[in-house]
């Protein structure tokens, strides 16, 4: 019986330009939507980890409004959750900002996609999994 894994629906921004901060676009601006929409990712992620046995840590607010300028405690804590996620699972080779003075494109492009590595790797992770009974583990010459 294959087992299915479930995805993640929030699709997250990792292809932000310097052409949109130019322009101030919608990718070129983080806001409010983006803050939740890391939030949600985190949320979906936390239940998928769950699910293939590899909880994800991570406290996110995901009710931010438009026009809401959070405190530097709230920015701090955010970006602190991010990098959470990111080192508990192991080194997926994403740099992330220590601050979120002077967010620049490149550095919100990679909080994002820390979600999208992480969920890739609970996948590739579902896909290699091995069952083993209890009673027959390690039998055959060792652990593999």
């Not at 293939?52 to 804590?77: C, K, N, Q």
Request: proline share 3%; hydrophobic share 35%.
């Amino acid at each position: 019986m294959a087992e299915t894994t479930a995805v993640m629906t929030t699709e997250l921004i990792t292809d932000r330009t310097l052409g949109d901060v130019l322009s101030q676009n919608e990718k070129g601006t983080y806001n409010a939507s983006d803050l939740n929409r890391v939030g949600t990712a985190a949320e979906e992620l936390l239940f998928i980890g769950i699910d293939a046995g590899y909880p994800i840590v991570g406290s996110f607010r995901t009710d931010y409004m438009e026009g809401e300028i959070p405190l530097l405690e709230e920015m701090e804590y955010y970006l602190s959750q991010v990098h959470k996620c990111r080192d508990a699972f192991f080194d997926l080779g994403i740099p992330l900002p220590h601050t979120m003075d002077g967010l620049d494109y490149v550095a919100a492009n990679n909080m994002e996609k820390v979600f999208v590595e992480i969920e890739k790797s609970i996948q590739q992770m579902q896909k290699t999994k091995r069952h083993c009974g209890t009673t027959h583990c390690g039998e055959g010459g060792g652990l593999y």
